[in-house]
Nanobody, 115 residues
Framework: QVQFVESGGGLVQAGGSLSLSCAAS????????IGWYRQAPGKQRELVAI???????NYADSVKGRFIISRDNAKNTVLLQMNSLKPEDTAVYYC?????????WGKGTLVTVSS
């Protein structure tokens, strides 16, 4: 059974920092990449940051230089350090695992950045 444990969301003032954590288990295939997407109210879900099994990182242009993604391959865990947060970073953040041809999703954690 695929399970995600996501944590770290919350309310923070603009300019502050938050760290998101996701641990995935029960994935029936080798994980190719793990990362985070987000969806703000009225908007489509978008990639925030993702890291491959070979440690190649890909960031959305809007978060480059502010967010840092890292992973522990042995534990299937991914961390997202979010710095210099802006009100436009407010969204539900979803953990994502890409394995074989499938996408697996966590339930999401809310990040709210106040101005």
């Amino acid at each position: 059974q695929v399970q995600f444990v996501e944590s770290g969301g919350g309310l923070v003032q603009a300019g502050g920092s938050l760290s998101l954590s996701c641990a995935a288990s029960g994935i029936p295939f080798s994980i190719n990449a793990i990362g985070w997407y987000r969806q703000a109210p009225g908007k489509q879900r978008e990639l925030v940051a993702i890291i491959t099994s070979g440690n190649i990182r890909n960031y959305a242009d809007s978060v480059k230089g502010r967010f840092i993604i890292s992973r522990d391959n042995a534990k299937n865990t991914v961390l997202l350090q979010m710095n210099s947060l802006k009100p436009e970073d407010t969204a539900v953040y979803y953990c994502n695992v890409k394995a074989f041809r499938f996408d697996y999703w966590g339930k999401g954690t809310l990040v709210t950045v106040s101005s």
